[in-house]
T-cell receptor, first 114, second 114 residues
Framework: AQTVTQSQPEMSVQEAETVTLSCTYD???????LFWYKQPPSRQMILVIR??????QNATENRFSVNFQKAAKSFSLKISDSQLGDTAMYFC???????????FGAGTRLTVKP | DGGITQSPKYLFRKEGQNVTLSCEQN?????MYWYRQDPGQGLRLIYY???????QKGDIAEGYSVSREKKESFPLTVTSAQKNPTAFYLC?????????????FGSGTRLTVV
C-alpha cells in the first residue's frame, strides 16, 4: 500500500517570507497524482495544488509551487510571500490513476507570524 | 453555489447510541467518500461510494455503516460498535470514481462521545 510521510508536524514562518513543507511517499507505481490540501481553522479542506507524476514540469498556483522529485519520491510545497491567511494544516496526498483511494499524510501545521 | 453540506457541525453522542452524520452535495458528482480525521494521523478512509446503491469499505469501516439511496446524499451512521468514535468526520466527493482531479470536501462534523 502507498504511504505518505510528512516529517514536519509544525512549522512557522514570518509574514512575507518563504517556507517549504516536505512530503515523501512510497509507491511502486510509475504513474500517479499528488496533491496538497490546506485545512484552515474553519476545517474545510481546500485543494491547493495538483501534480501529475508523468509531467516533468513542477506545478504552480500563484504563490504556491511544488518541487517534485520523482526518483526521490519527494513532493515539497513552497509558499512564497507568506500571508497570515496561509496559517493552516497542510496535507500531502497521493492517488493512483483511476482509483478512488486517496492517501493522506499526517499533516503539517503552519503558522504565519506577523 | 455548488458544494458539499455536512450537518450537524457538532454532535454529541452518549455511549451505546447510534448517530447519523449527514452529507449532501449538489455538484452532480458520482463518487462520495467518508474520512475520519484524528490528531497526528491525517485522514483515513471509512467508506466510499462510486454510484447510487453501491458502496465499499475503506480502511477503518468497522463500527460504521452508510447508504447511498440518492446521488446527492451519503449519510454515515456511527454505531455503538465503534469503540472510539470521538473524531472529526469529513465527507468528500469527486466527479467520477476514476477522476484524477482530487476531491471536494465538506466542512466536517465534530463528533464527541459524552
Amino acid at each position: 500500500a502507498q504511504t505518505v510521510t510528512q516529517s514536519q508536524p509544525e512549522m512557522s514562518v514570518q509574514e512575507a517570507e518563504t517556507v517549504t513543507l516536505s512530503c515523501t511517499y512510497d509507491t511502486s507505481e510509475s504513474n500517479y497524482y499528488l496533491f496538497w490540501y490546506k485545512q484552515p481553522p474553519s476545517r474545510q479542506m481546500i485543494l491547493v495544488i495538483r501534480q501529475e507524476a508523468y509531467k516533468q514540469q513542477n506545478a504552480t498556483e500563484n504563490r504556491f509551487s511544488v518541487n517534485f522529485q520523482k526518483a526521490a519520491k519527494s513532493f515539497s510545497l513552497k509558499i512564497s510571500d507568506s500571508q497570515l491567511g496561509d496559517t493552516a494544516m497542510y496535507f500531502c496526498a497521493f492517488m493512483k490513476p483511476y482509483n478512488n483511494d486517496m492517501r493522506f499524510g499526517a499533516g503539517t501545521r503552519l503558522t504565519v507570524k506577523p | 453555489d455548488g458544494g458539499i453540506t455536512q450537518s450537524p457541525k457538532y454532535l454529541f453522542r452518549k455511549e451505546g447510541q447510534n448517530v447519523t452524520l449527514s452529507c449532501e452535495q449538489n455538484l452532480n458528482h458520482d463518487a462520495m467518500y467518508w474520512y475520519r480525521q484524528d490528531p497526528g494521523q491525517g485522514l483515513r478512509l471509512i467508506y466510499y461510494s462510486q454510484i447510487v446503491n453501491d458502496f465499499q469499505k475503506g480502511d477503518i469501516a468497522e463500527g460504521y455503516s452508510v447508504s447511498r439511496e440518492k446521488k446527492e446524499s451519503f449519510p454515515l451512521t456511527v454505531t455503538s460498535a465503534q469503540k472510539n468514535p470521538t473524531a472529526f468526520y469529513l465527507c468528500a466527493s469527486s466527479i467520477r470514481a476514476d477522476s484524477n482531479y482530487g476531491y471536494t470536501f465538506g466542512s466536517g462534523t465534530r463528533l464527541t462521545v459524552v
